[in-house]
Each structure stands twice: as structure tokens, then as C-alpha cells.
């Protein structure tokens, strides 16, 4: 019987320290990261999340952000109307964990900045965890009944533009084509029936693989 208390007190605590992990890590990052908060904001919006509060601060630059999602892997900042803050904790083996961002700007039309981190926030390499899509990527293939008004929006279409968005219940990544956002708005119209929808990315084997 006290054996079986053992194993069961060690599952819990480990319960816990994976619960506490994305919070945690979070906590330690450093200003670098995200340049608009504090030391202090940072603790705020856990204090407010966990008192069921809305977890809004003001930030470095007197404007609002707000901690929008905290699970025990993923947390969601929108630091302003124009820009959003994405992590996630990714396992990269049984015993080593990594931590990817991801940054949006939207100004007007979003773009995104994708980081990866050990579990001390030293920067690492993102090839080694992620081939960014291309702009050809989200292309359909060229129609042989069109191909003249394809590689004509494919040329207009020169500006590669992407918002990335981390899942909060899965290791995904979605990447959406936002460069026809920029476009004339009947180019952008025309475009659409050319392009896939979005991009999945599945974490597998220590890397992001497209689906």
C-alpha cells in the first residue's frame, strides 16, 4: 500500500510540474522576448487568470495588453489592437522541452515572426525545427484552361505575407497566405480560387511537418 501511495504521489507531483510548466517558463523569460512587458506585468497576468479575472495590464508603453489563454502548454497575449503573442511547449524528446513564439503584426495586414527557444530562452536555430512555407506553397496548381490570369496574379502576388497561429489544443502550426490583403481588391478576388485555404503543420519527431 505505501508503495502504491508512492507511485501514485510522484504521478501527481509530475501532474503538477507539467501543469505549472508554460506558466512557469513564461514567468522566467526574459524583456527581450516581449519587449512590451515587465517583469511585473508578466506576474499580473497570471495572478489575474488564476483569480478568474480579466488578466489586462498596462504595458511598457501605457497601452493595454491582455493575456487572453494560459493552458499547461500554450499562452496567448494580445499586446495590442495591431499585434499578438503566441507561445507553446513542444517536447522535443521524454526529457528535453523547447519553446516555440510566435509573433503577429498586423499593419495593416499581418505578418507573422516564428522563434524557437531552449527551456532557458536561449535562441535556437528555427531550420532546425521548421522550413517556413513559401509563397508557391500556397498555390493550387496552375489551371491549363487559366494559366495566363495564374501567372499573372502569381507576378502581382510579390510580397510574401503570412500570419502564423499557434493551436491551443494540438502541436500545430496554421500558416494563412495574407498577401492578397495588399493587393488591388479585384486581383485579390481573382487570386482566391487559386490558393489553398491554409497551411497545417504538424510537430513530429522534433520538427514542424506540413500535413
Known amino acids: 500500500m505505501k508503495k502504491i501511495f508512492l507511485v501514485l504521489f510522484s504521478i501527481c507531483l509530475g501532474t503538477l510540474s507539467y501543469s505549472q510548466e508554460a506558466k512557469t517558463l513564461f514567468l522566467k523569460s526574459p524583456e527581450s522576448v516581449t519587449p512590451f512587458l515587465t ?3 508578466r506576474a499580473d497576468f497570471i495572478d489575474f487568470l488564476e483569480s478568474n479575472m480579466k488578466a489586462q495590464v498596462k504595458n511598457k508603453f501605457e497601452s493595454t495588453s491582455e493575456m487572453t489563454d494560459l493552458t499547461s502548454d500554450y499562452i496567448r497575449i494580445q499586446m495590442t ?7 507553446k511547449v513542444l517536447s522535443l524528446n521524454d526529457s528535453t522541452k523547447i519553446i516555440s513564439t510566435i509573433t503577429v503584426v498586423c499593419a495593416p495586414v499581418c505578418d507573422s515572426q516564428v522563434q524557437f527557444y531552449d527551456a532557458n530562452w536561449k535562441p535556437l536555430e528555427q531550420s532546425s525545427f521548421l522550413q517556413l512555407p513559401a509563397k ?4 493550387l496548381p496552375s489551371p491549363k484552361d487559366s494559366q495566363e490570369e495564374y501567372q ?15 493551436s491551443k489544443e494540438n502541436d500545430k502550426i496554421f500558416f494563412q497566405y495574407t498577401t492578397p490583403e495588399y493587393m488591388v481588391k479585384e486581383d485579390a478576388e481573382k487570386l ?3 490558393l489553398v485555404p491554409s497551411l497545417i503543420y504538424k510537430w513530429s519527431g522534433g520538427r514542424f511537418m506540413k500535413e
Request: proline share 3%; charged share 30%.
Open 136 to 139: 508557391e506553397d500556397f498555390f
Open 192 to 194: 482566391e480560387k487559386y
Open 39 to 41: 517583469s511585473v506585468n
Open 81 to 87: 489592437p495591431q499585434s499578438s503573442w503566441e507561445m
Open 152 to 166: 499573372d496574379l502569381y507576378k502581382k502576388a510579390d510580397i510574401l505575407m503570412v500570419k502564423a497561429t499557434l
